[in-house]
């Protein structure tokens, strides 16, 4: 996003400004990809260059008619990817201005203005239609006629003049950008090596949640104590598993690894313990079981919540006394074997409710590492996406490609319940649609990802009243669709108008009336936050 307030503050920027202010007396000024004003134009105390500018944004709704304009021309540029600019009629008839397009790395980041100027072939009548405009929107007859004598007239050629110093301006927006963008590449480079604090072993992540983790593994990693790794489904307790092990005195022997549920009982005691000849039928040779297999290292049991209760009690025997009798044998066997236990229960509540022994818990609780879940470390997600997308690139041998801010804005906001998992899933399939596309774009994710959030929430629509009268239940429901339609929209009152299917005047009377508009939520946030 584009900071208006110091990009104005750039030179170049502020001597482009006094040249149009001098030659033109228009007011410049910005607007974002979601048509949104710098707060700084929208002050109260801004001083403004232009007076009929001066007039126009002291009026009531001064800044909803100069947003109705910004959003006209944002639509034809959204619409239409070939135009960079564009002449548009303002709210005030007579009233014109100029807006020029801002791309950034090939999409649309907003729209510089210059306003206000009319035609040298404006008549008497549309001046007098003008003037009578702005006494009915709110200005004395004074100020008006004082706005509109100050405001230029312009002939074919200075409009040209005037778009071309307007698109300067954007060009020097986008110039001082690739520019920063250079340095910050470069300072990437020079200092790659920081980056091996945002990694552990095969883990990612530079959230304060995912620093915390490494800090515990260093320290665990050279104990010999047992850890249970707690977390949902697909955080990466496998990994954190195998960190823990290749950085211990273990390293050097192997690591296995087995989900508890996979199995019933009778082939997980097998699979675990082992087998002698003549146990069971099909038991026609001896096998070790896992834990005479990792004698020396490291044994990870995975969704150990899963066992019963008469497995728990074999695997306390092991971690208690470091013995084990395979099935079908007499003679218990010894081994030396570090274990590492992981779930996504609560095994708490399964004390409580009976399902867990308690002395177990204790046993493979000496440490606890908690994973937590993808949403709970959002600051993670672009630096995955990289990693992810870098790697699936490579193994399928497609070009390395790059993802757009929009695409990425959708996957920021996706909650995803399968955790890094389902975010690597997700990314090997969009390599695979991409093809030899160099840009991933929002239509290439899953319906699950671009349609969230796209509808109003069940709790939200569950709050509308069935009591009470039916004025009241109304007016209920239809300042929630507007609540909920402005932040679907973002803020795009034209286009709201047109999804309510009512006039987008009526629309602006509706929202001061529920005081829906962004300053007055904002406002309410803040006391609220204070109270």
């Given amino acids: 996003m584009i900071n208006w307030d110091e990009m104005s503050n750039l030179h170049v920027i502020q001597k482009l400004k006094q040249i149009l202010v001098r030659w033109f007396g228009v007011e410049l000024f910005y607007a974002n990809e979601h048509n949104r004003l710098p707060n700084s134009f929208l002050d109260k105390n801004y001083r403004f260059q232009n007076p009929f500018m001066k007039i126009q944004m002291g009026m009531n709704y001064g800044h909803e008619f100069l947003n109705s304009d910004v959003e006209k021309v944002n639509d034809s540029f959204q619409a239409h990817s070939s135009?960079?600019?564009?002449?548009?009629?303002s709210f005030f008839p007579g009233i014109k201005g100029v807006g020029t397009r801002i791309t950034l790395e090939g999409e649309h980041a907003g729209s510089i203005f210059a306003y206000p100027f009319l035609s040298e072939d404006l008549t008497s009548e549309e001046i007098t239609e003008l003037k009578q405009k702005l006494i009915e929107c709110g200005s004395s007859e004074l100020d008006a006629n004082m706005a509109i004598q100050q405001v230029h007239?312009?002939?074919?050629?200075?409009?040209?003049?005037?778009?071309?110093?307007?698109?300067?301006?954007?060009?020097?927006?986008?110039?001082?950008?690739?520019?920063?963008?250079?340095?910050?590449a470069r300072i990437l480079e020079?200092?790659?090596?920081?980056?091996?604090?945002?990694?552990?072993?095969?883990?990612?992540?530079?959230?304060?949640?995912?620093?915390?983790?490494?800090?515990?593994?260093?320290?665990?990693?050279?104990?010999?104590?047992?850890?249970?790794i707690q977390g949902e489904n697909g955080t990466g307790k496998e990994l954190v598993a195998?960190?823990?092990?290749?950085?211990?005195?273990?390293?050097?022997?192997?690591?296995?690894?087995?989900?508890?549920?996979?199995?019933?009982?009778?082939?997980?005691?097998?699979?675990?313990?082992?087998?002698v000849k003549g146990a069971?039928?099909?038991?026609?040779?001896?096998?070790?079981?896992?834990?005479?297999?990792?004698?020396?290292?490291?044994?990870?049991?995975?969704?150990?919540?899963?066992?019963?209760?008469?497995m728990q009690v074999k695997l306390l025997r092991v971690l208690q006394e470091g013995t084990f009798l395979p099935v079908?044998?007499?003679?218990?066997?010894?081994?030396?074997?570090?274990?590492?236990?992981?779930?996504?229960?609560?095994?708490?509540?399964?004390?409580?409710?009976?399902?867990?022994?308690?002395?177990?818990?204790?046993?493979?609780?000496?440490?606890?590492?908690?994973?937590?879940?993808?949403?709970?470390?959002?600051?993670?997600?672009?630096?995955?996406?990289?990693?992810?997308?870098?790697?699936?690139?490579?193994?399928?041998?497609?070009?390395?490609?790059?993802?757009?801010?929009?695409?990425?804005?959708?996957?920021?906001?996706?909650?995803?319940?399968?955790?890094?998992?389902?975010?690597?899933?997700?990314?090997?399939?969009?390599?695979?649609?991409?093809?030899?596309?160099?840009?991933?774009?929002?239509?290439?994710?899953?319906?699950?990802?671009?349609?969230?959030?796209?509808?109003?929430?069940?709790?939200?629509?569950?709050g509308v009243r069935i009591t009470g009268t039916l004025k009241e239940a109304m007016e209920?429901?239809?300042?929630?669709?507007?609540?909920?339609?402005?932040?679907?929209?973002n803020y795009n009152k034209s286009k709201l108008a047109k999804e309510l299917g009512i006039s987008r005047a009526g629309l602006i009377m509706k929202v001061d009336k529920y005081a829906l508009d962004k300053r007055s939520m904002e406002r309410s946030r803040k006391e609220q936050e204070s109270a």
């Fill in 280 to 310: 069971f039928t099909g038991a026609i040779k001896d096998k070790k079981g896992l834990f005479e297999m990792a004698h020396t290292g490291t044994l990870f049991l995975d969704e150990i919540g899963d066992t019963s209760l008469t």
């Fill in 190 to 228: 020079l200092n790659s090596e920081l980056g091996t604090k945002y990694r552990y072993h095969s883990m990612i992540g530079k959230s304060k949640q995912m620093q915390q983790i490494y800090r515990l593994l260093e320290k665990i990693s050279r104990s010999e104590s047992t850890v249970l």
């Fill in 476 to 489: 209920e429901l239809e300042e929630l669709m507007i609540r909920e339609g402005l932040r679907r929209c």
């Fill in 328 to 462: 079908g044998a007499s003679v218990p066997r010894k081994v030396n074997v570090r274990i590492m236990a992981a779930t996504n229960k609560d095994l708490k509540q399964m004390i409580s409710r009976g399902e867990f022994r308690e002395d177990l818990y204790y046993r493979i609780n000496v440490i606890n590492v908690h994973l937590p879940s993808l949403r709970e470390r959002k600051e993670d997600i672009s630096i995955l996406f990289e990693h992810f997308l870098e790697k699936k690139c490579a193994e399928m041998g497609a070009q390395t490609k790059s993802v757009s801010k929009k695409c990425l804005e959708k996957i920021l906001d996706y909650p995803w319940p399968g955790n890094v998992r389902e975010l690597e899933n997700e990314i090997e399939r969009i390599v695979v649609l991409a093809g030899d596309s160099k840009n991933i774009t929002p239509d290439m994710l899953s319906s699950k990802i671009t349609d969230f959030g796209s509808t109003p929430s069940a709790a939200a629509a569950r």
């Fill in 83 to 89: 135009i960079n600019y564009s002449f548009y009629d």
């Fill in 153 to 184: 007239r312009l002939n074919k050629s200075e409009k040209e003049y005037l778009r071309e110093l307007v698109e300067l301006v954007s060009q020097e927006i986008v110039t001082f950008h690739h520019e920063i963008e250079k340095r910050e």
């Fill in 242 to 275: 195998k960190a823990i092990h290749y950085n211990s005195p273990r390293k050097d022997s192997v690591l296995l690894a087995q989900n508890c549920s996979a199995f019933n009982d009778n082939l997980l005691d097998s699979e675990l313990f082992g087998h």
